[in-house]
T-cell receptor, first 111, second 115 residues
Framework: GQNIDQPTEMTATEGAIVQINCTYQ??????LFWYQQHAGEAPTFLSY????GLEEKGRFSSFLSRSKGYSYLLLKELQMKDSASYLC????????????FGQGTTLQVKP | SAVISQKPSRDICQRGTSLTIQCQVD?????MFWYRQQPGQSLTLIAT?????????ESGFVIDKFPISRPNLTFSTLTVSNMSPEDSSIYLC????????????FGPGTRLTVL
């Protein structure tokens, strides 16, 4: 079957660093996405990993280990506006473009 | 990044009626998708909208309930037919872009409430 796990909720302090983990078990793997979604808005693309290692984009970094079925999203220098849901999504087998989403992690940044 | 627009942004409908949602992408894309996001939940893929052929539906979704059109490479529609309160959800259009790497973008969503 297909399974993507993320923590349901996390809380962190403004200015700190937070790591949101995602583990997956899917039939095939063609890449992993991270999205940010503020309440009442559409998901916003953050990152795409297909090879092992760390991808850095400003305050956000995403890591992938295909052998472990594991990814994390690292947010540095947290700001209040980073309070949102963070969705991990995987491309399964084939080149269908279909994304399988985890349930999302709701991050609350406190002052 | 791509710009995706959806119409309507929200609607309140009566049970038994149908609603058609339009999705427009600002560039030609090979692959477009329709997702549903129920309150407090993550996204679930309804179907892949194929240009020039019938959509490919995921398990649990059927063409009679969710007919989809894709007349060209920038436009698609999703119809929610014979609606019931269980269809109340946010419906999102998405497009896959592979020009530089792989990026998948989402439209702003259509918030549907069925009474």
């Amino acid at each position: 079957g297909q399974n993507i796990d993320q923590p349901t909720e996390m809380t962190a302090t403004e200015g700190a660093i937070v790591q949101i983990n995602c583990t997956y078990q899917t039939s095939g793997f063609n890449g992993l996405f991270w999205y940010q979604q503020h309440a009442g808005e559409a998901p916003t693309f953050l990152s795409y990993n297909v090879l092992d290692g760390l991808e850095e984009k400003g305050r956000f970094s995403s890591f992938l280990s295909r052998s472990k079925g594991y990814s994390y999203l690292l947010l540095k220098e947290l700001q209040m506006k980073d309070s949102a849901s963070y969705l991990c999504a995987v491309y399964g087998s084939g080149n269908t473009g279909k994304l399988i989403f985890g349930q999302g992690t709701t991050l609350q940044v406190k002052p | 990044s791509a710009v995706i627009s959806q119409k309507p942004s929200r609607d309140i409908c009566q049970r038994g009626t149908s609603l058609t949602i339009q999705c427009q992408v600002d560039s030609q894309v090979t692959m477009m998708f329709w997702y549903r996001q129920q309150p407090g939940q993550s996204l679930t893929l309804i179907a892949t909208a194929n240009q020039g052929s019938e959509a490919t539906y995921e398990s649990g979704f059927v063409i009679d309930k969710f007919p989809i059109s894709r007349p060209n490479l920038t436009f698609s529609t999703l119809t929610v037919s014979n609606m019931s309160p269980e269809d109340s959800s946010i419906y999102l259009c998405s497009s896959l872009h592979t020009v530089s790497g792989r990026e998948q973008f989402f439209g702003p969503g259509t918030r549907l409430t069925v009474l």
